[in-house]
Nanobody
Framework: VQLQASGGGSVQAGGSLTLSCTVSGETFSTLKMGWFRQSPGKEREFAAAINWSGASTYYADSAKGRFTISRDNAKASVYLQMNNLKLEDTAVYYC??????????????????YGQGTLVTVSS
């Protein structure tokens, strides 16, 4: 299974970015999908997740109201729209794929596959 993330870059505070992640090698519509992020010196943390159908979404408190996760099962892709970006959003963002059950959506160990990460840098 391969996860290919893209869309990272540099943006000023208050700006927007949309991350994309395409999955191959697994039936995408059976997977829950998540976005995690890791800043230098910090542990990987949960950002957002979505269930297999897209009907349910979950967000970290830091992301609520600013980030929107969505998916297109026909394109085997998941997206993270990030608005009103803050300096503290600077991190490497990883998309993750897993199977429902066992762990809640915000648990890193609940995901079997991770992408290579895409860097988001927010500057003042």
């Amino acid at each position: 299974v391969q996860l290919q993330a893209s869309g990272g870059g540099s943006v000023q505070a208050g700006g927007s970015l949309t991350l994309s992640c395409t999955v191959s090698g697994e039936t995408f519509s059976t997977l829950k999908m998540g976005w995690f992020r890791q800043s230098p010196g910090k542990e990987r943390e949960f950002a957002a997740a979505i269930n297999w159908s897209g009907a349910s979404t979950y967000y970290a408190d830091s992301a609520k109201g600013r980030f929107t996760i969505s998916r297109d099962n026909a394109k085997a892709s998941v997206y993270l729209q990030m608005n009103n970006l803050k300096l503290e959003d600077t991190a490497v963002y990883y998309c993750a794929a897993g199977f429902s059950g066992g762990y809640f959506y915000d648990a890193p160990q609940g995901y079997t596959y991770y992408g290579q990460g895409t860097l988001v840098t927010v500057s003042s």
